[in-house]
């Protein structure tokens, strides 16, 4: 009886995944958390999913989204047919905790190999965002071919929903949120004012999970 009780409340939990919060604390699981993320979103890209990779964004990004299913459609056939799939270890976090609530802001990609050659994939995740919870989940897709010369990667730009440069061009994208590897972009800052009082602010970390220890 037990293990039927627990195999139905296992059950209701992948029904409703897409709406489940995330119970996450450290940087750590956040990042764990993002490299799941962008694992869905390549067998999603195999299987040519839509509805499995929207449900990851969150409510924000969405909503500055006019038509999801026309992007993914766009990704699909700029992609062409998958081959491999090739991880990047490397994260970039950024957190930010004011009052005890906080936002980890979470990048990482990987390279995509398909019969139309090779592709750079990255995700800027929010995995946590208790500040502001409709920005919790995924922001942005970036996706370019290896050798693309224009914008470069989740580190230069950010924008909602899947984004593909050589296809979407560069024209409207906010000169106050392109920003450099060290530099912070206008309009987001880990610095609160003089009246937050946080209560912790942590400096944005680059590492590979070889170099990541648990927090927990």
Known sequence: ????????????????????????????????????????????????????????????????????????????????????????????????????????????????????????????DYPVDTIETDNQGVYMIYVASVDYDGIAYWRSVEKAGIYIPELDGTDDIDPHIVYGDSETPDGETDETDENSNPEKTDEPTERSSQEQHAEE
Not at 34 to 59: G, H, M, P, R
Not at 88 to 111: C, F, N, P, Q, W
């Open 1 to 124: 009886m037990k293990s039927l009780i627990s195999a139905l409340l296992a059950s209701v939990y992948l029904l409703t995944s897409c709406t489940v919060p995330y119970r996450i604390n450290t940087s750590f699981s956040a990042e764990k958390k993002t490299d799941e993320n962008l694992e869905t979103i390549v067998s999603a890209i195999q299987t040519k999913d839509a509805e499995q990779v929207k449900c990851l964004f969150s409510q924000n990004a969405l909503s500055q989204v006019d038509d999801f299913d026309t992007q993914f459609e766009k990704l699909i056939e700029f992609l062409g047919e998958f081959a491999n799939w090739e991880y990047d270890e490397l994260h970039r976090t950024r957190t930010h905790s004011s009052y005890g609530e906080k936002t980890i802001k979470v990048a990482a990609d990987g390279k995509m190999t398909t019969d139309k050659g090779e592709f750079i994939i990255q995700i800027l």
